[in-house]
């Protein structure tokens, strides 16, 4: 296929994803709240870190998550239907086994973890255990799909991918409706609801990939291919370590709040995660519509393709993000305060923080999606893995200092996460045959630009020009966009793209 119409496809499904996108922001805006505002500040934080500790042993099942990813499109790039069938039969395999094990660690050390060193407020351990319990089935869930989700965006099938996860979004919104109203315990009833969802999520995956994929008919998942399995096992534990890492700055980070604080500041968390959350979607529907054409073009020897996908992935992600986020940033409190009304205190410093690092976010995924594609995973993960992981013992010592202030944790999350990016770079750009000099030159040095220029007005006129919440919001962002825009333009693009842009503008 030409890369006149690969890029086509890539187009396509990033319009497809953008609108499942859209509707479902829209979706988790009002559900946030209402979930917010039934269970109420306490139970709304007890919910987020007794789930997070099963999140937190996702480390074991994103890493499997990842490796189906690879190895799936792997094969497509290559094209040998039977080592395709082959590969998917044998992660099927291996997600089951490792489901065993999550529910093992789950019902032992994680069960002692709950019931003994997070901080629940009297009265409501019960419920906290229900969330517990119901959240290993949820995640065991998630796990066994995960190769089935795998499939569809490895074959790109991006409109299915944006129907199902619309319908989960749909029932998830019903839930938010009959957790008004329902007479039992609403945190519980809530848990139970959304185990239901990831059952029902389940059942479709394996139905709509049954009909569509050859590979998934008629598995037979006794034949091992012991060769295969362990190529398999071995790329899924290398990874494990950078899983690690990722959970533990996610729900670690959330947990050591819990620890030293109190489950109001885990709601703030939740809460600014949640904005976190919908913002890297822009960033991520980009860029998984480009993924599995990174993966291919290297499978298939064609590294210029890959080196140009890796440029245009990470900077216009940044020119997305940096678009979006900084409206955000400034204006934080009042978008909290018409969102939901009130909210826990650190919620705005919290929101600006993680809002930043999800800028940085824009710059790793290219690179690690680049390094999957190799599969040369070791002194990679070794480096990477290790240098993110410091983020929770650091976190941990600097919050033992008396009268440390929580948002603390995000400022050293974020500076860990630029050296990490540079030792990204270091490690993985020789591997593909790319010249540093030619990302920093085509990727760094633009966005740098864009990211000193563009905020110098909008910000001056947010301190300088008196103005009611709703005149400066959208002041604000129209400037905001203006500056973005013209800044992009002027500084960001190549004088190749600058020409497609104009000539776009005058049709």
């Known amino acids: 296929m030409s890369n006149a119409n690969e890029n086509k496809r890539i187009a396509k499904n990033s319009i497809l994803l953008y609108i499942r996108m859209f509707i479902m922001v829209m979706i988790s805006l009002y559900t946030s709240r209402i979930v917010l505002k039934t ?14 500790v099963i999140t937190f ?89 995960s190769p089935y989700n795998a499939a569809i965006i490895a074959h790109e099938k991006m409109s299915a991918f944006a129907y199902l ?17 329902t007479p039992f315990d609403k945190l519980i009833f809530y848990a139970v609801y959304i185990c239901i969802i990831q059952m029902f999520d389940f059942v479709v995956y394996i139905i709509y990939c049954n009909r569509k994929f050859e590979e998934t008919k008629g598995l037979h998942i006794r034949n091992t291919d012991k060769k295969l399995f362990k190529e398999i096992f071995s790329y899924a534990g290398w990874t494990m370590n950078g899983n690690l890492a990722v959970f533990g700055y996610t729900q670690g980070l959330n947990i050591l709040l819990n620890i030293f604080f109190t489950p109001a500041v885990n709601a703030a968390r939740g809460i600014a995660v949640q904005v976190q959350n919908i913002v890297n979607n822009f960033c991520v529907n980009f860029q998984m519509a480009i993924n599995p054409q990174l993966t291919k073009s290297y499978a298939s020897g064609n590294l210029e393709r890959m080196h140009t996908l890796i440029i245009a992935s990470s900077k216009y992600s940044f020119f997305l993000l940096f678009l979006i986020c900084l409206p ?115 990727v760094m040095v633009p966005v740098l630009k864009v990211a000193m220029a563009a905020p110098v007005i909008p910000l001056a006129i947010y301190i300088q020009v008196p103005m009611g919440e709703t005149a400066s919001f959208l002041a604000i962002g129209i400037v905001c966009v203006v500056s973005v825009g013209m800044c992009t333009y002027v500084m960001g693009c190549t004088q190749k793209e600058k020409s497609v842009i104009t000539s776009k503008l005058r049709k």
Request: charged share 15%; glycine share 8%; with cysteine.
């Open 39 to 52: 269970l109420g500040v306490e139970d709304f934080g007890i919910n987020n870190v007794v789930g997070g």
């Open 57 to 145: 042993l996702g480390f074991l099942t994103g890493s499997l998550a990842g490796a189906s990813a690879r190895f799936i499109t792997f094969s497509l790039g290559k094209g040998d239907m039977k080592e395709l069938k082959n590969t998917f039969g044998n992660i099927v395999k291996i997600h089951l086994l490792f489901s065993v094990i999550v529910l093992i660690i789950s019902e032992t050390l994680g069960l002692w973890f709950v019931m003994t060193q997070l901080n629940i407020p009297e009265g409501r351990e019960t419920a906290a255990m229900w969330v517990y319990q119901l959240s290993i089935l949820t995640a065991i869930g998630g796990f066994v799909c």
């Open 165 to 181: 996860t619309l319908a989960d979004a749909i029932l998830k919104l019903v839930a938010v409706f009959m957790l008004v109203y």
């Open 328 to 442: 955000l940033i400034i204006e934080a409190e009042t978008v909290l305060k018409w969102w939901l009304g009130e909210f826990p205190e650190h919620t705005v410093n919290f929101l600006r923080l993680v809002l930043a690092v999800s800028i940085l976010y824009c710059f790793s995924n290219p690179i690690i999606t680049a390094v999957h594609a190799t599969g040369r995973l070791k002194k990679f993960q070794i480096y990477e893995g290790t240098s993110l992981l410091m983020i929770v013992p650091i976190a941990y010592a600097t919050l033992k200092i008396p009268g440390m202030k929580p948002e603390i944790v995000f400022i050293i999350h974020m500076v860990i996460e630029i050296l990490t990016q540079y030792i990204r770079l270091k490690i993985v750009l020789p591997m593909i045959g790319m010249d540093i000099k030619r990302y920093l030159r085509e």
